[in-house]
């Protein structure tokens, strides 16, 4: 079945300009997950949907990163006057439930690099 | 704040060998899950464990967890080279929190 598709695979900007990572979840999943990989690092959290609500935005860095999944599907996370440190690989993931205690699926994220 | 160390950072085995990471959590954790990522591709769910002192095995892998749920292991017995690639642990910290604590990564070169 499709999994998680993230677009676009890669992201060329300069900084300062404005930048949008799509996220398709998996179809009927209620649970969607960003997060920022650096190279050679774990994954770190950025935000945390159940549906449409936004329950957890603690992990954005700043308030140039914003994320919205407005009918509860689709998610775009926004970045505002991109800066060379924004540069690494964003991952989102979907789960089924919401209890926390379901397999994170991953998409194959999203490259930025900013010149 | 919360974080999940995970050690080694790399490990260099040859095949047939034995490998296990390691990760330690400064707080008491409601679960923990393992994922591996192949080079160049995406972290894929391995298994979960909940309970205190829970044991799980999976063909030749083996994960624990602590009896104070601050630490995990996972072992592989007898590797090979399709076990390549970077095993994460990811903690989670609260009953009410869908926030998950990554750990570092061990990366595992597997020699034939």
């Known amino acids: 079945g499709a999994g998680v598709s993230q677009s676009p695979r890669y992201k060329v900007a300069k900084r300062g300009q404005d930048v949008a990572l799509r996220c398709d979840p998996i179809?009927?999943?209620?649970?969607l997950f960003w997060y920022q990989q650096a190279l050679g690092q774990g994954p770190e959290f950025l935000t945390y949907?159940?549906?449409?609500?936004?329950?957890?935005k603690s992990g954005l860095p700043s308030d140039r990163f914003f994320a919205e999944r407005p009918e509860g599907s689709v998610s775009t996370l926004k970045i505002q006057r991109t800066q060379q440190e924004d540069s690494a690989v964003y991952l989102c993931?979907?789960?089924?439930?919401?209890?926390?205690?379901?397999?994170?699926?991953f998409g194959d994220g999203t490259r930025l690099s900013i010149l | 704040g919360q974080q999940v160390m995970q050690i080694p950072q790399y490990q260099h085995v040859q095949e047939g060998e034995d490998f296990t990471t390691y990760c330690n959590s400064s707080?008491?954790?409601?679960?923990i899950q393992w994922y591996k990522q192949r080079p160049g591709g995406h972290p894929v769910f391995l298994i979960q464990?909940?309970?205190?002192?829970e044991v799980k095995k999976q063909k030749r892998l083996t994960f624990q967890f602590g009896e104070a749920k601050k630490n995990s292991s996972l072992h592989i017995t007898a590797t090979q080279t399709t076990d390549v690639g970077t095993y994460f642990c990811?903690?989670?910290?609260?009953?009410?929190?869908?926030?998950?604590?990554f750990g570092s990564g061990t990366k595992l070169n597997v020699k034939p």
């Open positions: 990811a903690g989670r910290g609260g009953y009410n929190f869908n926030k998950f604590y």
């Open positions: 707080t008491t954790l409601s679960n």
């Open positions: 949907f159940q549906n449409e609500a936004q329950l957890d």
């Open positions: 993931a979907s789960s089924l439930v919401r209890d926390g205690n379901q397999p994170q699926h």
């Open positions: 464990l909940v309970k205190s002192g």
């Open positions: 179809s009927g999943h209620v649970s």
